[in-house]
């Protein structure tokens, strides 16, 4: 991964740390900021991660869709429903149609 720092946002923290070089004669001082410094908590952007997850729960709705609808064809056929059958009808892999068959039958 390639992380891209612009110049402003290293600003603060060389700023922070020149000012902790300048209190070296001050350990009590130092040790203060240190510790604020390690508390301080690493804000991270978890847009991607997120967006990952509705993509993946958008495309598990849609299986479930798919083998709901595969279902109520079979049904309606007077067929006999089991996973293969409702994954070659739906369109899906079988382990996917034997996950979501599971709980509409």
């Known amino acids: 991964m390639r992380i891209k720092v612009l110049d402003t946002e290293m600003t603060i923290p060389n700023k922070l740390f020149k000012e ?5 004669k001050n350990s009590k001082l130092r040790k203060a900021v240190e510790t604020l410094i390690e508390a301080g908590e690493i804000i991270e952007n978890n847009s991607k991660v997120d967006n990952a997850n509705k993509a993946a729960k958008a495309k598990q709705e849609q299986a479930k869709e798919k083998v709901k ?37």
């Open 20 to 24: 902790l070089e300048k209190l070296r």
């Open 69 to 105: 609808n595969a279902i109520n064809l079979l049904r309606l056929q007077g067929e006999e429903v089991n996973a293969y059958r409702v994954a070659k009808i739906a369109d899906i892999s079988y382990n996917t149609a034997r996950k979501y068959t599971k709980n509409y039958i």
